[in-house]
């Protein structure tokens, strides 16, 4: 088993930053891949960043790209999620998630474990 807690989230106004953080403990050896979705009220989770454990790649949306970057410390078992330019359409659950295998990358079903979630809330 893998247990993931986000941290970091809130609100903040249209332009500003914030980064989550995502702790992994248990059986951390065991991820290959980790990712950030969102969901916001009557939507779909959508993909928003992953990162492969050991070689560092990292994928991200193209709503996100360019504003939005993840990463990882692998010493801290800890991914991140800078998030830069905040605009209302960001306003989210952001849910962290882990896999112990190499799928995809980009589709809940891909992913073996998740955090419970932190609120974003972006004020225009």
């Known amino acids: 088993q893998v247990q993931l807690v986000e941290s970091g989230g809130g609100l903040v106004q249209a332009g500003g930053s914030l980064r989550l953080s995502c702790a992994a403990s248990?059986?951390?050896?065991?991820?290959?891949?980790m990712g950030w979705f969102r969901q916001a009220p009557g939507k779909e989770r959508e993909f928003v960043a992953a990162?492969?454990?050991?070689?560092?790649?990292?994928f991200h949306a193209d709503s996100v790209r360019g504003r939005f970057t993840i990463s990882r410390d692998n010493s801290k078992n800890t991914v991140y999620l800078q998030m830069n330019s905040l605009k209302p359409e960001d306003t989210a659950v952001y849910y962290c998630?882990?896999?112990?295998?190499?799928?995809?990358?980009?589709?809940?079903?891909?992913?073996?474990?998740w955090g419970q979630g932190t609120q974003v809330t972006v004020s225009s």
């Open positions: 990162i492969t454990w050991s070689s560092g790649n990292t």
């Open positions: 248990g059986r951390t050896f065991s991820m290959r891949r």
């Open positions: 998630a882990a896999a112990t295998e190499y799928r995809g990358y980009s589709k809940p079903n891909e992913y073996d474990y």
